[in-house]
Nanobody, 116 residues
Framework: QVQLMESGGGLVQPGGSLRLSCAAS????????MSWYRQAPGKKRELVAT????????NYADSVKGRFTISRDNAKNAVHLQMSSLKPEDTAMYYC?????????WGQGTQVTVSS
């Protein structure tokens, strides 16, 4: 059974930091590109960051570039999103995504709220 479980979300003040984690199991994690998406109420789900399987190269949405860092730990089947200098606009449900062979896998999401 494929499982992606996010954790680390919460309430943080503007300018603060959070570290999101995604624990993965049930698929070939090491050969799967991993991504973080987010979705705010009334908005489309957007890609935040991706880390590839080969070379572990990363890509970021312009809105988070320089503030967020995605990383993966293949030994632990985990992917992380270190978020700093958080803004109210970062408030959203954050989802872990795995690029499967034929389908994508999704976690349930973890809520990040940036508010003073």
């Amino acid at each position: 059974q494929v499982q992606l479980m996010e954790s680390g979300g919460g309430l943080v003040q503007p300018g603060g930091s959070l570290r999101l984690s995604c624990a993965a199991s049930g698929f070939a994690f090491r050969s799967s590109a991993m991504s973080w998406y987010r979705q705010a109420p009334g908005k489309k789900r957007e890609l935040v960051a991706t880390v590839t399987a080969i070379g572990e190269s990363t890509n970021y949405a312009d809105s988070v570039k320089g503030r967020f860092t995605i990383s993966r730990d293949n030994a632990k089947n985990a992917v992380h999103l270190q978020m700093s200098s958080l803004k109210p606009e970062d408030t959203a449900m954050y989802y872990c995504n795995a690029k499967g062979y034929l389908v994508d896998y999704w976690g349930q999401g973890t809520q990040v709220t940036v508010s003073s």
